[in-house]
């Protein structure tokens, strides 16, 4: 293999590699991060038809649980289920008492939580803050 041949191989494994970098770094930064959302949100401001509190727990195994306060007057019920998270969307499920399902899509500031939803009919813009 003459000097030539060498620096020829030499350069295509460089631009191979370069490439294989460029690729590996684009996907990893494409990557679409879900929302974290766990811990006790705490409603800041809303329309009428906002949950007052919002519970997400992640921390049990293959588990994902929410409790969701919803106050009338002098009246609070309290709702329980379960949650998974794709993007900005949260899938609910309420089990106690049960309900239908519904998505709640979410985005997050530091400690403040916005999230939009349909409840009963009614279409919601809550902010909430963490406790």
Not at 2 to 20: A, F, M, N, T, Y
Not at 77 to 83: D, E, K, N, P, S
Not at 93 to 99: D, I, N, R, Y
Not at 105 to 118: F, P, T, V
């Amino acid at each position: 293999m003459d000097g030539g041949e060498w620096k020829l191989k030499r350069s295509i494994i460089i631009v191979l590699s370069s490439l294989i970098v460029i690729v590996s770094v684009i996907l990893f930064f494409s990557k679409s991060e879900n929302l974290e959302v766990g811990g006790i949100w705490e409603l800041s401001s809303s329309s009428d038809e906002c949950f007052t509190r919002v519970r997400f727990f992640d921390n049990i195994p293959n588990v994902k649980g929410i409790v969701i306060d919803e106050t009338e007057g002098n009246y609070t019920q309290v709702w329980f289920g379960t949650y998974s998270i794709k993007d900005d969307n949260i899938s609910v499920t309420l089990e106690e008492p049960k309900a239908d399902p519904f998505t709640m899509i979410g985005s997050k500031d530091g400690n403040h939580l916005n999230l939009q939803y349909n409840w009963k009919g009614k279409d919601s813009s809550c902010s909430y803050d963490i406790r």
